[in-house]
């Protein structure tokens, strides 16, 4: 995951121009899973997703969006339209409740 991460950080160096900057935070999570039920298996599964964020800033100018890295491919725009309950339930594959936390939003299991 790390040359992941310094592949998405060298690809944002090159792309912002003189007079911008930015912030990127990366979260990542590949897993098995096997849920079980009295004992015998339930569903087996796996979990493989990516999130990046990304705040560029120019001036007193600032926009975050957010990129979702997931088994159906790439999804990308501002953070407030891509990091909601039903696109991270989606990416997860399990339902996810929003939740306020800290001046911010939480995602929880529903």
Sequence with gaps: MR??????????????????????????????????????????????????????????????HALLFGFDGISAGPAHDMLTAGRLSALYGQSLVAVPHAGGTAFLPA
């Excluded at 998405?8 to 098995?32: H, K, M, N, Q």
């Design 3 to 64: 040359d992941y991460f310094e592949a998405l950080a060298s690809a944002l160096d090159s792309a912002i121009v003189a007079g911008e900057r930015y912030t990127a935070c990366f979260s990542a999570e590949e897993s098995e899973f096997v849920r079980m039920n009295r004992g015998r298996v339930r569903q087996p599964g796996s979990v493989a997703q990516r999130v990046l964020r990304v705040r560029l800033i120019r001036g007193a100018r600032h926009a975050t």
